[in-house]
Antibody, heavy 121, light 106 residues
Framework: EVQLMESGGGLVKPGGSLRLSCAAS????????MTWLRQAPGKSLEWIAS????????YYTDSVRGRFTISRDNAKNSLFLQMDSLRVEDMAVYYC??????????????WGQGTLVTVSS | DIQMTQSPSSVSASVGDRVTITCRAS??????LSWYQQKPGRAPQLVIF???SLESGVPSRFSGSGSGTDFTLTISSLQPEDFATYYC?????????FGGGTKVEI
């Protein structure tokens, strides 16, 4: 069974940092592009960043580029999101997710349960 | 960036009703379109991929159609467990973008 389990969320002051982790199980992490998304309270979903299987291609949304860093350790079945210079507007539930391969045309076929990041002084 | 516009933002319906949600892309995305269902306090779940293909385990009352810029998600006979918020998402290019969501409620 495919499972994604985020950790590392919590309360941080504006300008602070957090490192989110995502533990993957039930599939070979190294075969998939992985993605972080977020959802602010009462808002739609927002894609943040994606990293391909070998970490050779990395993409960010404009609002986090230069502040957030996505990375992965395939040997440890883990995905990470280093978040620096956090802003109040970064407050959201953060989801780790798997991009499907091949015929599913990059649909996100598995999501973690989410971890809440609160940015407040 | 490709903008995704969903309508309506909410729909009131009853069990057994047919519900149709539309999603429009600001440029041609072929069939790089997915639909997700999200219930309160839960992570989204994939319903439809490649615009019209049903994800494994999703009931056949769900269907998707469209290509290019205009897409629809249809629930043929609404069931109690279908009351949720639905999102479309394009995967034609980065940044991936989502529609604003459609809340299906009683």
């Amino acid at each position: 069974e495919v499972q994604l389990m985020e950790s590392g969320g919590g309360l941080v002051k504006p300008g602070g940092s957090l490192r989110l982790s995502c533990a993957a199980s039930g599939f070979t992490l190294g075969s998939y592009t992985m993605t972080w998304l977020r959802q602010a309270p009462g808002k739609s979903l927002e894609w943040i960043a994606s990293i391909n299987s070998r970490s050779t291609y990395i993409y960010y949304t404009d609002s986090v580029r230069g502040r957030f860093t996505i990375s992965r350790d395939n040997a440890k079945n883990s995905l990470f999101l280093q978040m620096d210079s956090l802003r109040v507007e970064d407050m959201a539930v953060y989801y780790c997710a798997r991009d499907s391969s091949g015929y599913k045309m990059a649909a996100i076929d598995y999501w973690g349960q989410g971890t809440l990041v609160t940015v407040s002084s | 960036d490709i903008q995704m516009t969903q309508s309506p933002s909410s729909v009131s319906a009853s069990v057994g009703d047919r519900v149709t949600i539309t999603c429009r892309a600001s440029q041609d995305i072929a069939t790089w379109l997915s639909w997700y269902q999200q219930k309160p306090g839960r992570a989204p779940q994939l319903v439809i991929f490649a615009a019209s293909s049903l994800e494994s385990g999703v009931p056949s009352r769900f269907s998707g159609s469209g290509s290019g810029t205009d897409f629809t998600l249809t629930i043929s006979s609404l069931q109690p467990e279908d009351f949720a918020t639905y999102y479309c998402q394009q995967a034609k290019s980065f940044p991936r973008t989502f529609g604003g969501g459609t809340k299906v409620e009683i």
